[in-house]
């Protein structure tokens, strides 16, 4: 029944990459909680004593994380999802808007027109200060020069750049 030109095989995935994987969803499901429900978490646990001192810490740490987009420990990544689900088991309610809460949250992200004279200007610091990626200071430098067009896309990636160098102190 198999085509002997074309025959079929099973992609595998090492142990390695099995895991890597498994971390990746792990983090990808704290950052999923926004900051504010975070903090609510931390007060529920507070008032019903269902977290620990240590939990409640890591819940207001991870808050400050997911808002930052900042880099989160082992242990934090192993203890947020433990508090993720005894808070699926015995509060879900405190997931309740949390769709309303992140399109909020992204909505006003966005709120800056990208415009080439903002790209110069990142483009100016960022040869100062150097917080970008090189291939993100490339992209930038390239849509300043004109040599890529400010499409929606470009824009897009242009203001996740903007997000990251104002996070080093860039103002516009």
């Known amino acids: 029944m198999e085509d002997p030109k074309h025959p079929s095989y099973r992609n595998r995935i090492d142990d390695e990459e099995s895991t890597m994987l498994q971390l990746q969803e792990e983090l990808e499901r704290i950052k999923t909680v926004p900051p504010q429900i975070w903090h609510k978490i931390e007060d529920w646990g507070r008032i019903t004593g269902e977290l620990s001192e240590q939990k409640k810490t890591v819940a207001y740490n991870l808050a400050g994380r997911v808002r930052n987009n900042s880099k989160i420990s082992d242990y934090e ?96």
């Open 77 to 172: 990544r192993q203890t947020g999802n433990a508090i993720i689900d005894v808070v699926i088991e015995k509060a879900p309610e405190l997931f309740e808007n949390i769709d309303e809460i992140n399109e909020s949250n992204n909505g006003t992200e966005n709120k800056i027109e990208i415009t080439l004279e903002l790209i110069r200007e990142i483009v100016i610091w960022d040869k100062k200060y150097k917080k970008l990626k090189n291939i993100e200071y490339k992209f930038m430098e390239n849509l300043a020069e004109g040599k890529k067009p400010l499409t929606e896309r470009n824009k897009f990636i242009a203001g996740l750049n903007l997000n990251k160098v104002k996070k080093y102190g860039f103002t516009d």
